[in-house]
């Protein structure tokens, strides 16, 4: 695991108990808190209201010279010195990672370890945003079976997982678009189509099934933009770019 390089976006709080830096993912703007350095701040605060006590009890220049010598409450400070804010930097930086690609310092909800660049980058995007996918789907599906919405769920899920599957989908920004469609609508990149879903032994339309309606075999579906042959990357081209076999 290597670690940022740098800082990424802060800023300094206070909430009446000592200064603290708040730093910003880059990628979703997600917070991670550092703590405030309690004893220090208590500590300041005797030492300066017993010396303002001292002072103001010289008769007539005493709260003048006490309120310049003590100067700001170390309670209510925001103010951090270099070496407090790579302290505070030290405590949170174990949930952030730097992509290579990019260079921004992003939390670990947006960076794929496997791959170790940011999940915009990571060439297991398709697989991650997938599998983020699910995750959601699994939390909105356990909601739905508390207020009894559980088949109303997956019949929804089903018709979008058919659609997914059954449509040409942009590789950079995500979009779905009818199967056959050369170019995204919303960015121009190349489109990815989808896999054959013919089954192969009967050549039945099977609309994302994992086995054929009419004969039962079972479906096994090459993702999206992989060739079948070889399982190289084809970035949408009709031909895959390592073996030349011709992309369905």
């Known amino acids: ?32 808190r550092s703590q405030p350095e309690i004893a220090t701040t208590i500590a300041k605060d005797v030492g300066k209201s017993a010396v ?52 921004r310092t992003v939390c670990l909800s947006d960076f794929d370890e496997k791959s170790g660049f940011c999940v915009e980058d990571s060439p297991r995007r398709n697989e991650v945003a997938q599998a983020q996918a699910e995750q959601a789907g699994a939390v909105i599906k356990g909601f739905a079976n508390v207020f009894g919405l559980g088949d109303a769920v997956k019949q929804v899920g089903d018709a979008a997982k058919r659609a997914a599957t059954s449509s040409a989908r942009c590789p950079k920004d995500g979009t779905l678009a009818p199967a056959g469609t050369k170019f995204c609508p919303e960015c121009g990149t190349p489109m990815e189509q989808p896999a054959s879903d013919a089954c192969p032994k009967c050549g039945a339309a099977t609309h994302g099934a994992k086995f054929c309606p009419e004969c039962g075999t079972k479906i096994e579906r090459t993702p999206a933009g992989i060739c079948p042959n070889c399982g190289s990357e084809t970035k949408g081209a009709k031909f895959c770019p390592e073996c030349g076999t011709k992309m369905v």
């Open 1 to 32: 695991m290597s670690e940022p390089t740098r800082m990424p976006r802060y800023d300094i709080r206070n909430d009446g108990i000592g200064a603290y830096a708040v730093f910003y993912c880059e990628a979703c703007d997600r917070e991670y």
């Open 52 to 103: 303002g006590g001292l002072l103001r009890n010289i008769p007539l220049v005493g709260n003048a010279i006490a309120n310049n010598v003590t100067g700001e409450d170390p309670r209510y400070s925001r103010n951090l010195t270099p070496q407090q804010l790579e302290k505070a930097w030290n405590q949170v930086k174990i949930n952030f990672r730097e992509c290579p690609t990019c260079l």
